[in-house]
Nanobody
Framework: QVQLVESGGGLVQTGGSLRLSCAAS????????MGWFRQAPGKGREFVAA????????YYADSVKGRFTISRDNAKNTVYLQMNSLKPEDTAVYYC??????????????????WGQGTQVTVSS
């Protein structure tokens, strides 16, 4: 089992940056594929980014490629999401997620087993 706690959300202007963190409990953090998802008001939850257990492989939704970077520090049991060039359409609750399996080829179909409680990101225009 792993428990996930997100932090780092907030209010930022268009073009600004934020870094989200997700702290995980448990001694097997380095075994998990980690990911970030988001849910905007009135919309379904969508995949944002994922990183393999080693950090060697990263995956991104087309909407955030080139702007967001996912990384992890297995010594600190933490995964990060650096978000640059933020847009109003990035406004959402961002969720950290974990799964022992790698994500499927169709990333939008990935449903991890473990989820955090979410952190709000609001981008003002």
């Amino acid at each position: 089992q792993v428990q996930l706690v997100e932090s780092g959300g907030g209010l930022v202007q268009t073009g600004g940056s934020l870094r989200l963190s997700c702290a995980a409990s448990g001694r097997t953090f380095s075994s998990y594929t980690m990911g970030w998802f988001r849910q905007a008001p009135g919309k379904g939850r969508e995949f944002v980014a994922a990183i393999s257990w080693s950090g060697d492989n990263t995956y991104y939704a087309d909407s955030v490629k080139g702007r967001f970077t996912i990384s992890r520090d297995n010594a600190k049991n933490t995964v990060y999401l650096q978000m640059n060039s933020l847009k109003p359409e990035d406004t959402a609750v961002y969720y950290c997620a974990a799964d022992l399996r790698p994500p499927p080829l169709l990333l939008r179909l990935w449903v991890p087993s473990h989820w955090g409680q979410g952190t709000q990101v609001t981008v003002s225009s």
